[in-house]
């Protein structure tokens, strides 16, 4: 079993900066990728930003350049720094872990964290 659980949202103003952070508790065995999606009311849950057990990154073209993914393997940690923050990056954000065994993916999820961005 794998508990996700994230931290760091908050109301924040348009162009301002926010870190969230996702723990990860429990077995981290064949853990192939942690991420951040988010969801809000006018959308579906999209993807923001995977990493790899690798390092390799990939990111919502909408984020790209705002936006920075980092693991720490040690902690069991993900993080996202997100800067330059728009209007339309407010949404709950959940942590995302997806352990892969026998060519099956597993996904978990956090409970999500509220990032609002405002005036």
């Known amino acids: 079993q794998l508990v996700l659980v994230e931290s760091g949202g908050g109301l924040v103003q348009p162009g301002g900066s926010l870190r969230l952070s996702c723990a990860a508790s429990?077995?981290?065995?064949?853990?192939?990728?942690l991420g951040w999606y988010r969801q809000s009311p006018e959308k579906e849950r999209e993807l923001v930003a995977t990493?790899?057990?690798?390092?390799?990154?990939n990111y919502a073209d909408s984020v790209k350049g705002r936006f920075t993914i980092s693991r720490d393997n040690a902690k069991n940690t993900v993080d996202l720094q997100m800067n330059s923050l728009k209007p339309e990056d407010t949404a709950i954000y959940y942590c995302?872990?997806?352990?892969?065994?026998?060519?099956?993916?597993?996904?978990?999820w956090g409970k999500g964290t509220l990032v609002t961005v405002s005036s």
């Open positions: 429990g077995s981290m065995f064949s853990i192939k990728s």
């Open positions: 995302n872990a997806v352990r892969s065994i026998l060519k099956r993916d597993m996904n978990y």
């Open positions: 990493i790899t057990s690798g390092g390799s990154t």
